[in-house]
């Protein structure tokens, strides 16, 4: 079961202003936080930061996440290898089935189905990996099953995605951390939330390093595109969202961007309605 949540102080981080979010009104908030609101009453996704932690398994924190988002009515998911660049599709696809049949799931990927379209217009659940976003929003636009799987998970079929696969289901892959290596046809996503997502989203600072930090990166964005807001996804941590809910899993904060206003930190105990 989903929850929402109270109202709670979030906590500051180190260098992270709060602002006071909790001591605005319900009207303040939605002035602050304003942008459009899309038919989210049907719309069940997971969106995961990362799929490995530091020291663990292969998808290893986010199963009892995935067994609990697809319960038990899902029987098959439809896999998306597409992210995959230095592994083959075959070879991504058995990693993640061999995760997926351990939960109770079988897994069957896109890359095995003569007509990739009606293979999401039938699928039970979705669950796209990570690895390389362009090539992932490149595949997806040139197999049509971005248009499919919008239209699919618009609907109601589960949607997971981990790292790329949590990128594409915002509006546009502009906020990823990986190289261009391929020339998609449009930056357009999914846009099955109306925020875009920094997954595997780092603070670190590397010393005597000049490149820029996410958090500049991130910045560039919101000058850019000045209307966005951007959730920083630490390793470790998702965004599960069920039609009107939202809910953050993790034990890290998670970090909202929005352009000209200070950096805002939430724990799990606060409110994150503002996205929904
Ligand atoms: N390369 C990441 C992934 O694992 C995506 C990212 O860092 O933006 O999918």
Redesign the pocket.
Known sequence: MIHKHKHDAPKAGNFVITLGYNHQNETDKKQSYKHQKKNNMTKRLLLIS?STNYGEEYLEYTKPHIKEFLGTAVKEVLFIPY?GVSISYDEYTAKVAAVFLKLGYNLKSVHHCDDPVAAVEEAEAIAVG????FHLVHMMHETGVMDAIRKKAGTGTPYMGW??GS?VACPSLKT???MPIIQPKSFETLGLVDFQIN??YSDAIIPNHNGETREDRIREFLIANPEMIVVGLKEGTMLRIEGEDIEYIGSKTIKVFRKDQPTLEFDKNASIDFLK
């Open positions: 990362n992210a990570g690895g390389n976003t790292s790329a990128n990823t951390n990986d997954p595997h």
